[in-house]
């Protein structure tokens, strides 16, 4: 008789946490009928404090938002906890969350600071906003976004994979001369192997169009694309890191010296954003999961 009493009791729980997570979308009087649970019984089961499961939910929520400096919102963080193989419902996350006060930082949209007004020739839209690839190494993107720190202005090139949104290469330097594309570009050669029809996009900013850059394109095979005049849409992937870094990183840590933005930088891409931040467009993996294709353990 103890045992089916227990059992009994943690049906109810369990249907009393199933109202309370889907409350806001169904009448709860209706779901009290089709679960078998009196309305009563659900009002004096929310009244209570948070049980032990709760409790437990709650550490391991709190854990996962300081590790990732709270960057996470509920959907990335209940997406690390169903990968420890716990199943729980998001909307639990997300409601724990609440009562804990935390939350995700939201997205600003940056500006791109390359200068397209040039007679420079530019090259065709080989993309054209179809950013559905089914391997590595087919498009590369790329842009250039400022920093500012005490110490003046920083620029931030990158290279992206667009199939796994890893950053392949970045270079950061005190000036928009060409030099810093060609070294984000460089980095990412050196590193990866370059395969077959490769596309290289980006806008139609004056540092892409210069003759040494273009010539490293063509020593690897590499064909150009770029966006067209002032269409922020034909590099949306790109725009979107930018938008990520500067919310998760730039606006909401201290950086004072150059040197200290270098390290920051190379922490958040070579450390956090490429091997352990779950990314929305991948399914919540990782771009290094994505790019090597490993499953997560």
């Known amino acids: 008789m103890k045992k089916s009493g227990r059992h009994l009791h943690a049906v109810r729980k369990v249907r009393f946490q199933f ?40 550490d391991l929520i709190g854990q996962i938002f300081r590790e990732n400096k709270g960057r996470y919102g509920y959907r990335r963080v209940h997406k690390e906890i169903c990968r420890m193989g716990i199943v729980v419902n998001q909307k639990r996350v997300a409601r724990l969350m609440r009562q804990m006060g935390l939350k995700g930082r939201a997205k600003k949209q940056y500006r791109s600071l390359t200068d397209s007004k040039h007679n420079r020739p530019v090259s065709e839209n080989l993309v054209a906003q179809n950013f559905k690839v089914d391997q590595a190494n087919r498009i590369w993107l790329s842009d250039i976004t400022y920093i ?63 003759d ?25 992937p790109m725009e979107s890191f930018f938008n990520t870094l500067k919310a998760e990183l730039v606006r909401t840590e201290s950086i004072t ?36 294709n490993k499953l997560y353990d």
């Open 19 to 58: 109202i309370e997570d889907y409350r806001n979308e169904f009448h709860i009087v209706k779901m009290c009928e089709v679960l078998k649970v009196s309305k009563s019984g659900y009002y004096a089961w929310k009244r209570r404090k948070p049980d032990i499961e709760d409790k437990a939910l709650m």
């Open 148 to 210: 500012k720190t005490l110490e003046g202005w920083l620029y931030l090139a990158v290279v992206m994979d667009l199939y796994s949104r890893r950053i392949l290469g970045w270079e950061l330097s005190s000036t928009l001369a060409k030099e810093i594309v060609i070294g984000a570009l460089s980095k990412a050669l050196t590193m990866y192997r370059v395969e077959d029809h490769l596309i290289f996009h980006s806008d139609r900013g004056v540092q892409f169009t210069s």
């Open 212 to 236: 040494e850059f273009r010539s490293i394109l063509s020593v690897y095979g590499v064909e150009q694309s770029m966006s067209g005049t002032g269409n922020c849409y034909d590099n949306a």
């Open 257 to 292: 010296t150059n040197y200290m933005t270098r390290n920051k930088i190379f922490e958040y891409i070579e450390i956090y954003y490429n091997k352990k931040r779950l990314h929305s467009s991948l399914q919540y993996r990782t771009p290094d999961e994505v790019y090597f």
